[in-house]
């Protein structure tokens, strides 16, 4: 009733429920729809993909977060290109920032991300037998938490598992760690790894799809395989080269700041919204 009543010029939607199908059941021929698709993997294969295409199609506009996400969508949903859009996630920079007071703790690696198989910790992990003097805090929950901790007592490795953290707390957590590291098999658009470069952490992300197009070797971020030798190598590397950190730090903060801030994604989905009205 309350849909019917108000009467829209443009609608931008962030999730697939009975409540947008309704809305633009509703609305189809009155309004603008963008759809934007930000939904985890996970969820996106629980939803019926009917719905998916019946929305994404009623749509005038769909936004993605990645180019990965684009090329998959137009192919699996026969979309017009020229109705797609990619605006990455948001980082809120005044959140997730360089905090000087933090002291950063040497030799030690943070990743932050859920504990299941996408996410390659099982690698990492491994990595870390023949990197003496590495700490590593793992922030994230998931169903391979309890092997990961049997992996991490037979090695004796130095590994704090934080479980699921409140996200004001994430930015102070970032700040005390000298690295960050993503060593996922595959990524749509990891705003963990976007928050890590807000703080002025140096990055570590795997060549795979979703974090090679953001990530410049050696300028914004460091390139890796998944197995464990290739982990343990670009950790090396980057813990022993300070010059290394540092130009890794300054122009991965810089990127964030312009690509990634709250202000630089509403003006980019704006600008979408503003092409159909």
Known sequence: RMLRAIRFTASL??????ATAEAIA?????????????????????LAESLERAIFRA????????????????????????????VPNYVDTS???LMPEVPRESRRVITVGRL???????????ALKELPGVKLSIVGDGS???DLEKRVSKYNLNVEFLGAVPHEELPRLLNRAELFILPSHYEGNPKALFEAMA????????????IQQVLIHEETGFLCGT????????????LERSELRERVSSRGLAYAQEHFSLTRIAQQELAVLTTLS
């Open 116 to 126: 299941e198989e996408q996410k390659n910790t099982e690698s990492l992990i491994e």
């Open 144 to 146: 391979l938490r309890a």
């Open 227 to 238: 197995t464990p030798s290739d982990i343990r190598a670009a950790l090396r590397e980057m």
């Open 199 to 210: 703080c002025g952490l140096p990055v570590i992300g795997t060549r795979v799809p979703g």
């Open 13 to 18: 939607d962030f999730t697939l429920d009975p």
């Open 59 to 86: 749509g005038d506009a769909l936004i993605v977060a990645g180019h990965a996400d684009r090329a998959t969508i137009i192919q699996r949903y026969d979309i017009d290109a020229g109705r797609t859009h990619v």
């Open 95 to 97: 959140l997730f920032r």
């Open 26 to 46: 509703v609305h189809a021929e009155e309004i603008s729809v963008v759809s934007a698709e930000r939904i985890a993997d996970e969820w996106r294969r629980m």
